[in-house]
């Protein structure tokens, strides 16, 4: 089992950056994909992006160019670096383990002047 947990959130005004980051404890981090995914009020959560082992990643249509992930497999940590944010942005953002399934318990990001 694999133990995550987000940090980064706050508020941004439009226009502006964040980066969130995620630490995983458990030995398989490495071994595994990882994703971004956000929860908006009132709306199923959704995929960001994902990153594989060796870092290539893909992202949704609706951040592409504008989000970035990275992964650090000495550190046990993932990020998420977006950029140009947009109140549409307002979310609860989690990272996942897609080996054990694990979810963090969510980082708010709000978008807002």
């Known amino acids: 089992q694999v133990q995550l947990m987000e940090s980064g959130g706050g508020v941004v005004q439009p226009g502006g950056s964040l980066r969130l980051s995620c630490h995983a404890s458990?030995?398989?981090?490495?071994?595994?994909?990882m994703g971004w995914y956000r929860q908006a009020p009132g709306k199923q959560r959704e995929l960001v992006g994902s990153?594989?082992?060796?870092?290539?990643?893909n992202y949704a249509d609706s951040v592409k160019g504008r989000a970035t992930i990275t992964r650090d497999n000495d550190r046990n940590m993932v990020y998420l670096q977006m950029i140009n944010l947009k109140p549409e942005d307002t979310a609860v953002y989690y990272c996942?383990?897609?080996?054990?399934?694990?979810w963090g318990q969510g980082t708010q990001v709000t978008v807002s002047s």
């Open positions: 990153i594989i082992t060796r870092g290539a990643t």
């Open positions: 458990g030995s398989d981090f490495r071994m595994y994909a």
């Open positions: 996942h383990h897609y080996g054990s399934d694990s």
